[in-house]
Each structure stands twice: as structure tokens, then as C-alpha cells.
């Protein structure tokens, strides 16, 4: 008799125990899918595998796991290539370097170089990185612009040098930080048709 009322205590508890070792279905990520089979129920240990579309970087784990009704680690996230077009570099007065002007399509974390036209200087730095469907081309500025005079001087830093009494337009001065300073930003400011480019700022570094 006890043996029978152990087994049925087993198979009232057994469905309540089985599901605590359950997980929900995994979720579906944007710009790619699940390859794995689907499965009526994802239990302990089960795994799962993720795959980008055609273009798309996997950021992340391509397998997940079932442990205690939770998927680990969190599902990854597929990054966006970057396009550019003729018509961009055009207008930018911008080539890829080695003088080609061609459409591109570029995965996510991967670099590409830049050069400008002739008569025009390029703000540093010429490699650029696609990051997630974005891309920050450099600015191209022409030689033929008007001067500027003596460049903004940057709280807690220095120019060096500061010997000209006029910059054409296309050349730069460099910034450096005095002592217990650290800089955010590029090193260097351009004169772009009388006006100056963005400057650095130099902030007191953390202990």
C-alpha cells in the first residue's frame, strides 16, 4: 500500500517539477533568425543557435542555453553593414583611397580608408570604421578657402606651435594637455574657410 502511495504522490508532483526545468521559447532577434529545430517543449541544457542575414555581424553568442527556465547568456543582436554610395564620396569631395570612387558595402567593425581630392585636405584620421550601420566619414577642406587667425586657445592645454599670424585654410595647429589633464577629442583643429574646427577639451584625469 505504501508503495503505491509513493508512486502516486511521484506522479502528481512529476508534472510541477519537470516544468521548473522548462524555458520559454527563445526570443527571435532582429536581422536574423534561429536555426536550430523548433521544439514543442525547450527543457534543461537545451540549446539554441542564432544566424545574421546575408551582411549582418553577429554581436554576441551564436548558441544559447536552457538553465533554471532562463536562456543564458542573453541572445546576441546582428549588426547593420554600412552602404556608401558614389554620390556620398561625390559630395564629399572624398575618394576610398587608391583614387576609386565605387559604391561599398561593408560589414559592421570592419575599416575602410579615405583620401580627397586634390586641393582639399583630409581631417585625421582617414580610417574609418562601420559601426552598426553608421560611419562617420572624415571632412574634406579646400585650400582655396579664407584664412583664420591665431586658433582658440583650450582650457588646461597648449598649442604647439603658435607661430604664424595667419593659417590658410587647410592647415591645423596641435593641442597637448598640461599635467593631471587627459584629452577627449582629436589632438588637432583645422582651419576650414575662416573658421576653426572643433577643439579638444581637457578634463583632469580620475585617481
Known sequence: MKGWLLLAVAFLLWPGCSSQNECEEPNEIDFGEIVSIEKAKYLQNDRVQYRCNPGYVLEGPEWIQCKGQEWTPHPPKCLAPCSITRQQLAAKNLFLF??????????????????????????????????????????????????????????????????????????????????????????????????????????????
Open 98 to 207: 587608391g583614387n576609386q570612387r565605387k559604391a561599398q558595402l561593408i560589414q559592421s567593425n570592419q575599416n575602410l580608408q579615405f583620401q580627397c581630392n586634390e586641393g582639399y585636405v583630409l581631417v585625421v584620421p582617414s580610417v574609418r570604421k562601420c559601426v552598426d550601420g553608421y560611419m562617420d566619414f572624415p571632412l574634406c577642406i579646400s585650400e582655396r578657402g579664407q584664412s583664420c587667425g591665431d586658433p582658440p586657445r583650450i582650457e588646461n592645454g597648449d598649442i604647439i606651435p603658435l607661430s604664424e599670424q595667419q593659417y590658410r585654410s587647410g592647415s591645423s595647429v596641435e593641442f597637448r594637455c598640461q599635467e593631471y589633464y587627459a584629452m577627449e577629442g582629436q589632438n588637432r583643429s583645422f582651419c576650414d574657410n575662416g573658421a576653426w574646427t572643433k577643439l579638444p577639451v581637457c578634463l583632469g584625469k580620475q585617481n
